[in-house]
């Protein structure tokens, strides 16, 4: 893209511009910025320019913050950005919003470029019309990130909910299970709540001097680490090998390892609890 600022400096005349774009050559993206007509329009652009043309007061919003920011979330066909006050869009492709709720703790940079934080982009793209997968699907991306934490989406859903925005309750109800990379490791987490369990911490990583670093689903306290497979799991003899030489090293480490099964979660989950409550150290 080129802006009017770089015409200017290339010594085009605002006349000669304009017989450019007349012919077709250029092709506007904002007032004052510009492609070359077989260059298609990506993201991108739209991100860049959008930002550029609605000036400092402007953040990327919902999903295109989310996209920016490497969380998972399908592509958006159009740019969405937020501003502090009611803007007019400047181009078809552009969304804009603007939330008398602004603060300079929602925006962050990434990238070069001003974004909704994740908390933030995650409670309005809740009010968006997503399904409650994608949006379980975009909370866990983001946890699992470290874009965001549970203390920081609690924290932004209570200032922002209020009287007539959507999606508060349903994002109120999906972080209550948040955390884990996997629909099964979410189920995990709801059957641990409503059995009234202690919450695990959820990608736990153990490093010690020369050994590869190793990641566990769950951490109960210091001492119960809990693993849990889908169907199509490990099931080589070179895969077997590796899980329980991980085991082992685990144990090694004074840690109990406890695994459990797509059906057992699904189908057995008194067998789950059970194993659990008999497993965790006692508080207290």
Not at 111 to 121: E, I, P, Q, V
Not at 239 to 248: L, P, S
């Amino acid at each position: 893209m080129v802006t009017t600022a770089d015409v200017e400096a290339l010594g085009i005349s605002a006349a000669r511009w304009q017989r450019m774009q007349d012919a077709g050559w250029w092709v506007p993206v904002t007032p004052r910025h510009f492609r070359p007509a077989p260059v298609e329009l990506t993201l991108d652009m739209q991100v860049r320019a959008g930002l550029d043309w609605l000036g400092s007061r402007s953040a990327l919003f919902g999903s295109t913050a989310l996209w920016w920011l490497g969380v998972e979330v399908d592509e958006p066909w159009v740019a969405e950005f937020l501003v502090p006050r009611r803007r007019r869009s400047s181009a078809e492709w552009m969304i804009v919003h603007s939330s008398t709720r602004w603060s300079d703790h929602d925006v962050t940079r990434h990238a070069g470029l001003r974004t909704s934080n994740a908390a933030r982009a995650l409670v309005d793209l809740a009010g968006s019309g997503v399904s409650a997968r994608d949006i379980e699907r975009s909370i866990d991306s983001a946890i699992r990130l470290r874009r965001t934490s549970l203390v920081s989406l609690r924290a932004t859903l209570r200032r922002l909910s209020g009287t007539g925005r959507t999606g508060c309750s349903l994002m109120r109800e999906l972080i209550l299970d948040s955390g884990g990379e996997s629909f099964l490791e979410r189920r995990f987490l709801q059957l641990v709540r409503r059995s009234g369990l202690p919450r695990p911490t959820t990608q736990v990583t153990f490093k010690r001097a020369g050994d590869r670093p190793m990641r566990v689903d769950f951490l109960f306290g210091s001492t119960v680490v809990v693993e849990v497979s889908g169907r199509h799991g490990h099931s080589t003899d070179s895969d077997r090998r590796k899980d329980a030489h991980r085991r082992n090293e685990l144990q090694q480490r004074g840690l109990l390892v406890l695994e459990f099964t797509t059906a057992d979660v699904i189908d057995d989950p008194a067998h789950v609890v059970r194993t659990l409550r008999q497993s965790l150290p006692v508080s207290g």
